[in-house]
T-cell receptor, first 112, second 115 residues
Framework: AQRVTQPEKLLSVFKGAPVELKCNYS??????LFWYVQYSRQRLQLLLR??SRESIKGFTADLNKGETSFHLKKPFAQEEDSAMYYC??????????????FGKGTLLTVNP | EAEVAQSPRYKITEKSQAVAFWCDPI?????LYWYRQILGQGPELLVQ????????DSQLPKDRFSAERLKGVDSTLKIQPAELGDSAMYLC?????????????FGNGTRLTVT
């Protein structure tokens, strides 16, 4: 069964500090990994996906298949980064159980 | 930018009553999803449609929940009778298609409170 674990429910950093939101997954194969973000009073939205290999709003995430991790990183946190972050997994295209499975989320607070 | 529309935004109902939620996906999106998000948890898939067909409803409590997407466009999720444990945010999402490897776009959700 596919599973996503975000070990930290809450993460608090100061503005300008580096931030890393942890995500570990369980899946026997090569899944697609995503980070979704939900800002206060806004809808859940895609932040980035591992196949795009791009940086969005200064955030990057590297898929580490050996450690089955997809941690989200930003070198200098900004106050506007404060939000709920969800890591999500989806099996490969055409695979069985092709659905997006979410972790429980990490609430990031960036203090001034 | 096109968005997924959901209504109502908030719904308060008494237990044992019936309640229904509506979702209009982004135009052209063949796949539609209903997720439930309990406070403090991540979204959990209830049902997934490809056009008008259900492709996954393994987590849908079928004794009280039903979902339909009759014309393959908008969708309705119904709960009858509602129970206290159904209080949650119900999210609708859509994507281009099950075999298009496209990301999901979410609506604002309907927050259900059962009293």
């Amino acid at each position: 069964a596919q599973r996503v674990t975000q070990p930290e429910k809450l993460l608090s950093v100061f503005k300008g500090a580096p931030v890393e939101l942890k995500c570990n997954y369980s899946y026997s194969g090569s899944p697609e990994l995503f980070w979704y973000v939900q800002y206060s009073r806004q809808r859940l939205q895609l932040l980035l996906r591992h196949i795009s290999r791009e940086s969005i709003k200064g955030f990057t995430a590297d898929l580490n298949k050996g450690e089955t991790s997809f941690h989200l990183k930003k070198p200098f946190a900004q106050e506007e980064d404060s939000a709920m972050y969800y890591c999500a997994l989806r099996p490969p295209l055409g695979g069985s159980n092709y659905k997006l499975t979410f972790g429980k989320g990490t609430l990031l607070t960036v203090n001034p | 930018e096109a968005e997924v529309a959901q209504s109502p935004r908030y719904k308060i109902t008494e237990k044992s009553q019936a309640v229904a939620f509506w979702c209009d996906p982004i135009s052209g999106h063949a796949t539609l999803y209903w997720y439930r998000q309990i406070l403090g948890q991540g979204p959990e898939l209830l049902v997934q449609f490809q056009d008008e067909s259900v492709v996954d409803d393994s987590q849908l409590p079928k004794d009280r929940f039903s979902a339909e997407r009759l014309k393959g466009v908008d969708s309705t999720l119904k709960i009858q009778p509602a129970e206290l444990g159904d209080s949650a945010m119900y999210l609708c999402a859509s994507s281009l298609g099950r075999f298009r490897n496209s990301p999901l776009h979410f609506g604002n959700g309907t927050r259900l409170t059962v009293t």
